[in-house]
């Protein structure tokens, strides 16, 4: 039985060495890790004003959810990892924010102009629009001998068939390609173009080329965009607070785990130990699940933290209480774990209801906070009751007449 237990301790310690080890790397790697926030990143916090038209028309909430479509199909474009995208509906707003983008004022050019693609004829008049795009992709064209950047197009059946019709009427003339009002060029039309391909020259530089062809791809927006709130956080800053913040965990964990080893002795080094096992837990179902780590995340993931320790503390000062009425170690830390458990699921259980409420009516940092804090919650449950009670149980089980002292009672002589 002692043997057995020693076995089943060592390999449990052994085992969690290797995966906290194996664990930093993927958990921590700035690409590939979990991902950060706008506040610890740095990016853009964006919001767009949606504007009624010359007509006076009023916006629906259709409006709405078509701009919020294309502005989403011109983030992915744009790259962005774990973009945060809300519409307000009654105040015809869209709230935007893009972490870690190396270029927020290109970003916010990008998602605000409208980018309504027509082609018109030498008077002006519009011939099609860019509704009949079926894709556009930047490339560089060498073919004239020099170093062009254009942006290659190609249409839709119906698109192809009447851009046909277009090319084969204005043969020898111009046809004048405009984004919004502006006009981008306007190419003299040497042959019909009858295989629904073109190409959009004019740009400064692959990257320009490349910001066109993603507004092209997702179409115009249905309503015109103003910009009424634009936060920019720079790298260094979200840096900075990830150095402190992540300073401020270390320091609660020294204090914890100094606190638990005083005041518990060996108990409170199980606890430290399962504090570990907690901490590697929450990470990796926060990498898993996707979650983008904020500040109020880590606040969320510190205050887990606590509560961790202090379904221990429950726990642990039941055990002292069984051991002062003179049960052996082993019926003490059974009674100490099943006499607390009721107490401990309930206090955690009410807390998950709070936190799922700000989960279900906060704002995106404020859910950050409470999918951390949540997750904490659960893992912690596991944790303390049932890893922290098994090793409990094998350290008894090695040896069950060691000093009650090294649980934090006092000996009697």
């Given at each position: 039985?002692?043997?057995?237990?020693?076995?089943?301790l060592?390999?449990?310690?052994?085992?969690?060495?290797?995966?906290?080890?194996?664990?930093?790397?993927?958990?921590t790697?700035?690409?590939?890790?979990?991902?950060?926030?706008?506040d610890?990143?740095?990016?853009?916090?964006?919001?767009?004003q949606?504007?009624?038209g010359?007509?006076?028309?009023?916006?629906?909430?259709?409006?709405?959810?078509?701009?919020?479509?294309?502005?989403?199909?011109?983030?992915?474009?744009?790259?962005?990892?774990?973009?945060?995208?809300?519409?307000?509906?009654?105040k015809?707003?869209?709230?935007?924010?893009?972490?870690?983008?190396?270029?927020?004022?290109?970003?916010?050019?990008?998602?605000?102009?409208?980018a309504?693609?027509?082609?018109?004829?030498?008077?002006?008049?519009?011939?099609?629009?860019?509704?009949?795009?079926?894709?556009?992709?930047?490339?560089?064209?060498?073919?004239?001998?020099?170093?062009?950047?254009?942006?290659?197009?190609?249409?839709?059946?119906?698109g192809?068939s009447k851009?046909?019709?277009?090319?084969?009427?204005?043969?020898g003339?111009?046809?004048?390609?405009?984004?919004?009002?502006?006009?981008?060029?306007?190419?003299?039309?040497?042959?019909?173009?009858?295989?629904?391909?073109?190409?959009?020259q004019?740009?400064?530089?692959?990257?320009?080329?490349?910001?066109?062809?993603v507004?092209?791809?997702?179409?115009?927006?249905?309503?015109s965009m103003?910009?009424?709130?634009?936060?920019?956080?720079?790298?260094?800053?979200?840096?900075?607070?990830?150095?402190?913040?992540?300073?401020?965990?270390?320091?609660?964990?020294?204090?914890?785990?100094?606190?638990?080893?005083?005041?518990?002795?060996?108990?409170?080094?199980?606890?430290d130990?399962?504090?570990?096992?907690?901490?590697?837990?929450?990470?990796?179902?926060?990498?898993g699940?996707?979650?983008?780590?904020?500040?109020?995340?880590?606040?969320?993931?510190?205050?887990?933290?606590?509560?961790?320790?202090?379904?221990?503390?429950?726990?642990?000062?039941?055990?002292k209480e069984?051991?002062?009425?003179?049960?052996?170690?082993r019926?003490?830390?059974d009674?100490?774990?099943?006499?607390?458990?009721?107490?401990?699921?309930?206090?955690?259980?009410?807390?998950?209801?709070?936190?799922?409420?700000?989960?279900?009516?906060g704002?995106?940092?404020?859910?950050?906070?409470?999918?951390?804090?949540?997750?904490?919650?659960?893992?912690s449950?596991?944790?303390?009751?049932?890893?922290?009670r098994?090793?409990?149980?094998?350290?008894?089980?090695?040896?069950?007449?060691?000093?009650?002292?090294?649980?934090?009672?006092?000996?009697?002589?």
């Amino acid at each position: 039985m002692k043997r057995g237990n020693t076995l089943k301790l060592a390999v449990t310690v052994i085992l969690v060495a290797v995966v906290v080890f194996f664990s930093i790397q993927p958990l921590t790697n700035s690409e590939t890790g979990i991902p950060l926030g706008l506040d610890l990143r740095g990016g853009v916090h964006l919001v767009l004003q949606a504007e009624p038209g010359k007509d006076g028309t009023a916006i629906t909430n259709d409006d709405m959810d078509k701009a919020r479509a294309v502005i989403e199909e011109r983030v992915n474009g744009l790259g962005v990892s774990e973009p945060y995208i809300q519409t307000n509906y009654d105040k015809k707003r869209i709230i935007i924010e893009l972490a870690g983008v190396a270029d927020p004022d290109e970003a916010v050019k990008v998602l605000q102009t409208t980018a309504k693609l027509t082609f018109r004829d030498p008077d002006g008049n519009v011939l099609m629009d860019g509704s009949m795009l079926k894709n556009a992709q930047a490339a560089v064209d060498t073919s004239r001998g020099r170093t062009d950047y254009v942006v290659q197009i190609s249409f839709t059946s119906e698109g192809t068939s009447k851009f046909a019709d277009i090319t084969t009427k204005y043969l020898g003339q111009k046809i004048g390609i405009y984004m919004d009002e502006q006009k981008i060029q306007d190419p003299e039309v040497s042959v019909p173009i009858v295989d629904g391909q073109g190409q959009i020259q004019g740009y400064s530089s692959l990257e320009e080329a490349a910001q066109y062809a993603v507004m092209f791809r997702s179409g115009a927006l249905p309503v015109s965009m103003s910009i009424v709130e634009k936060n920019q956080v720079g790298a260094l800053l979200g840096a900075d607070s990830l150095n402190k913040s992540l300073n401020a965990c270390v320091i609660a964990l020294i204090y914890i785990f100094l606190f638990m080893l005083v005041l518990y002795r060996l108990p409170g080094l199980v606890a430290d130990f399962s504090l570990v096992v907690f901490s590697v837990i929450v990470l990796w179902v926060l990498y898993g699940i996707g979650t983008v780590l904020t500040l109020p995340g880590i606040a969320g993931f510190v205050l887990s933290i606590g509560m961790a320790v202090d379904l221990n503390i429950i726990v642990y000062e039941r055990i002292k209480e069984e051991l002062k009425l003179g049960k052996s170690l082993r019926a003490a830390v059974d009674a100490g774990f099943s006499r607390a458990f009721i107490t401990v699921f309930d206090s955690n259980i009410t807390t998950i209801f709070a936190a799922l409420a700000l989960f279900l009516l906060g704002s995106a940092s404020i859910k950050g906070f409470a999918i951390t804090l949540i997750v904490g919650i659960v893992a912690s449950l596991f944790t303390a009751i049932t890893f922290t009670r098994w090793v409990m149980r094998w350290i008894v089980g090695i040896n069950p007449r060691m000093s009650k002292w090294l649980f934090g009672v006092k000996e009697v002589k």
